[in-house]
């Protein structure tokens, strides 16, 4: 990854889910109950964000249910920050919760 990414890119939603067992939080600590202001923004921002790069062996399960997700694993960003493909799936479905510096910086875009 380093060699695809700006080293000043900030790598977001890091969660133990998506990457185990490198001590990131869990998700489940970040989601909340019902939709909330902003949400739906967040969501297609990150969906558009550039595709940097695809994992091999594509696409993974829920890691919740165990479906069938219709998302090519890989890195996305927008040159300021980057995101796993698979972030917005979690946004949208489990209204995870990401961090409020990143939220506003794409809310308080025009």
Do not use: C
């Amino acid at each position: 990854m380093g060699s695809i990414l700006s080293e000043k890119m900030i790598y977001i939603g890091q969660y133990e889910e998506i990457s185990p067992n490198k001590g990131y939080p869990s998700m489940r600590d970040y989601m909340v109950s019902n939709k909330y202001a902003g949400q739906d923004r967040i969501v297609r921002y990150l969906k558009h964000g550039s595709i940097e790069a695809t994992a091999a062996g594509g696409a993974k399960p829920d890691v919740f249910t165990g479906e069938a997700i219709n998302v090519e694993r890989g890195i996305q960003t927008d040159g300021n920050y980057a995101w796993s493909t698979v972030l917005p799936y979690y946004v949208e479905k489990y209204n995870l919760v990401l961090p409020k510096e990143f939220a506003n910086y794409i809310l308080n875009r025009s």
